[in-house]
Every structure is written in C-alpha cells, then in structure tokens.
C-alpha cells in the first residue's frame, strides 16, 4: 500500500512597522486546526515594537531584509522557506481558523500550482458581508484569468517547486505589483491560478486611509503591470476604476468608523485615520 506524505505548509509574513497588526495575525494563526509547519516572519527595517511582539509567539522564525521594499521581504521569506507549500499574508491579514487547512487540501490536487481567494474588511461597517463586493470584483478579475493572471499577496499560496523555477525570473520595479507580476511569471511558466471564493481571508482597509490622490497611484499600478509584461486590454483599467470608485463610496464610511468601537460618529469622520506610510519608501 502506497502512503502518500503529507504536503507541509510554510507561512510568510513580511513586515514593516506592524506593532498594531502583528499580534492579532500571529494570534488567528495560533488558532488554526491544522497548523502550519512554519511560521516566517520577515522584518523590513521596522522601527517599532513588531518584532518584540513577534518574538513572544514561539512559533515563529524571524528573519530580516534589509533592502526596503515588500517585494525585497518576500522573496526573503520564499527563498527560506522548506515546506512543500508557501503560503502568503500580510501583517494585517487575520485567518478564520480552518484556513491552513484548507490550503493543504487544495494542493493535494497535483493540477493546483497556487491559489488565491477573496477579503473581507474587518475594520470596515458590515465586515460580515462586505467581502461579497470584493469577491464580485475578483470573480470579474477570474474571468480573464489567462489574459490577467492575478494572486493576492494578503491571501494565496503557492507550491514552492514553482516558486524555485520562476523567482529568478520576477520583477522588484517599484510601480509593479509584486502579487501581479508573480502570477504573470507563474502563468508564462506554465503554472495555472486558481481563484477559490470559499479560501476567504480578513484584512485591514486603511488603504482606505490615503488620499484620493495616492489611493489612485496606487490603483495604477495594477495598469503599469500588465502593461510592462505586454498584457494590452482593458481589464485592469476596470479594475482600477472599479476600486477607485469603491473608495470614493466607502471611503466616508471607513472614516467615520472607529474598529475599537464598532461605531461611526460625526467626530471620527472629521478626526479620520493617520494614512500608513508606504513600506517601500
């Protein structure tokens, strides 16, 4: 009888001034039914209390980047991992506690190279639901998967026999989306993408937090990666207008909220929230 070994699952977290962030996303991997085998936390250069907080979990192995930039972090992080899998969050990400699991077993399907699903917005009015537009966005994205391949960085794994063959190969430009231009690098290998709308995940909206102008730049980006791999359509100008105007519509929602309260009120809405500072500048 032929016993099939177990896929092991390394977990990357890079990290840049995260100290508000860290502990609860350590705290939902601590709570997982099937833990993974490793846990790496990867350090770029943060100057407040994240790695105190993250040596406190015993778990966790830490390793530090030096060269500022998340795709500097990751790529850290992939190149240190061991376990059969690589999988890949944020330090704002938190995971519902069947999420490693669930990996696991979407790769013991030998045809899954990698996998992403959708985010809901914790901090965000209606978390429980509001995951629904973000999937619907992506599901249109999912569509034109072989023209624009995409993977999320707060929530996707990826086998790291195809990490090994394609990280030579991926792009540190900082107007490229690291998380895009992965999937390009995987797709132009052969590797297929799999978007899983039940392989759910929490995340942070302070992106939400920037200016109009900045939220915008940002969205570009999406427009310059495909462009600079030659990928021509208008894909990811719907994508980027489509969450642009989804912040013009939330953006007054996520500001008068307040997630230590769970309320909104007339004085968060005129306080806000203090934009976070790009990890790559």
């Not at 830490?62 to 969050?89: C, M, P, S, W």
């Not at 399907?109 to 992403?116: G, I, M, P, R, S």
């Not at 901090?123 to 639901?129: A, G, K, Q």
């Not at 759910?200 to 920037?210: K, L, M």
Request: with cysteine; net charge positive; charged share 25%.
């Amino acid at each position: 009888m032929i016993t099939i070994k177990p896929l092991t699952l390394s977990l990357v977290i890079p990290v840049y001034n995260e100290e508000h962030h860290i502990g609860p996303c350590l705290d939902a991997i601590a709570a997982q039914t099937d833990k993974p085998d490793e846990v790496i936390v990867v350090d770029n250069n943060s100057s407040d209390k994240t790695l105190e907080i993250a040596k406190l979990y015993p778990f966790v192995s830490i390793l530090t980047e030096k060269k500022q930039g998340v795709v500097h972090a990751r790529n850290t992080g992939f190149n240190a991992a061991r376990g059969d899998v690589i999988a890949r969050i944020d330090a704002d990400t938190l995971l519902p506690p069947n999420w490693t699991g669930s990996i696991r077993k979407a790769f013991n399907n030998q045809k899954t190279d990698a996998v992403t699903g959708p985010v809901y917005y914790y901090d965000m009015p209606f978390s429980s639901v509001n995951y629904r537009l973000d999937h619907f966005f992506r599901s249109i994205m999912n569509i034109r998967m072989e023209q624009f391949p995409f993977l999320y960085g707060s929530n996707m794994a990826i086998r790291r026999s195809a990490w090994k063959l394609v990280a030579d190969k991926t792009c540190v430009a900082k107007k490229v989306h690291e998380d895009l231009d992965l999937a390009i690098h995987l797709q132009e290998a052969g590797y297929g993408i799999t978007y899983r709308p039940d392989m759910r995940g929490g995340v942070s909206a302070r992106r939400y937090d920037d200016t109009l102008n900045d939220f915008s730049l940002y969205m570009k980006m999406y427009v310059h990666t495909y462009k600079a791999h030659e990928r021509q359509g208008l894909m990811p100008f719907v994508a980027m207008t489509a969450y642009t105007t989804g912040y013009i519509a939330l953006q007054p929602l996520r500001r008068s909220y307040d997630p230590k309260t769970g309320k909104r009120s007339i004085k968060q809405l005129v306080r806000g929230h203090t934009p976070r500072k790009n990890p790559a500048a």
